[in-house]
């Protein structure tokens, strides 16, 4: 009467996992080690505009690699975690860092608009993150990115379009 979204972790038959449960999944997958982390952390903040099709992104030291989740292995500083109800997520500012690094320039500007969107993080505060961590792979690409995010955006379109017409 279950489907299995990771070993040891079910939902009932024929529902479809949302990003939030499939972030909540994976963190319950990891034994409640892992700080979910990326578009993972995007969702449980609240962000639309995620595809549930996408894995769950989690942080933690062992990389024992599983179907359907990413795992990679910041350091992360104790002000860059939170929590949401028991789990632990990057904060709001430590995952449009990491958005703003990955995916390509487009996809990442469209995540920090949602991400902007969904909370009341400030670019400055992403901004400050980036200063923090100088020399982090795609640091130049989250600079730009941030740049370009904007508050007011209301679909995955509406940047897309933003950032036609700015370049």
């Known amino acids: 009467r ?11 038959r ?14 319950l997958w ?12 995007a969702a449980l903040h609240g962000s639309l505009w995620i595809d549930s099709r996408l894995p769950a992104e ?10 359907g989740i990413v795992l990679t292995n910041n ?3 104790p002000d860059e975690v939170q ?7 990057t904060t709001p500012a430590r995952t449009a860092f990491d958005l703003g690094r990955r995916y390509g ?6 995540r920090i608009d949602a991400l902007l969107q969904a909370t009341d993080l400030k670019p400055i505060d992403i901004a400050a993150l980036i200063d923090r961590h100088r020399g982090a792979r795609g640091i130049v690409q989250a600079r ?5 995010s904007e508050a007011g955006a209301e679909s995955p379109q509406e940047s897309r379009t933003r950032l036609v017409l700015t370049d």
């Open 30 to 41: 990891s034994e409640r080690r892992a700080t979910v982390a990326g578009i993972s952390a």
């Open 58 to 67: 989690l942080n933690q030291r062992s990389q024992h690699r599983t179907n």
């Open 2 to 12: 279950y489907d299995a979204v990771y070993r040891n972790v079910y939902v009932p």
């Open 144 to 148: 730009e990115a941030v740049e370009l």
């Open 75 to 77: 350091a992360l500083a």
């Open 83 to 89: 929590s949401i109800g028991s789990i632990p997520v």
């Open 105 to 110: 320039r487009t996809l990442a500007v469209i």
């Open 14 to 27: 024929g529902q479809e996992v949302t990003p939030k449960q499939r972030a909540t999944a994976a963190w």
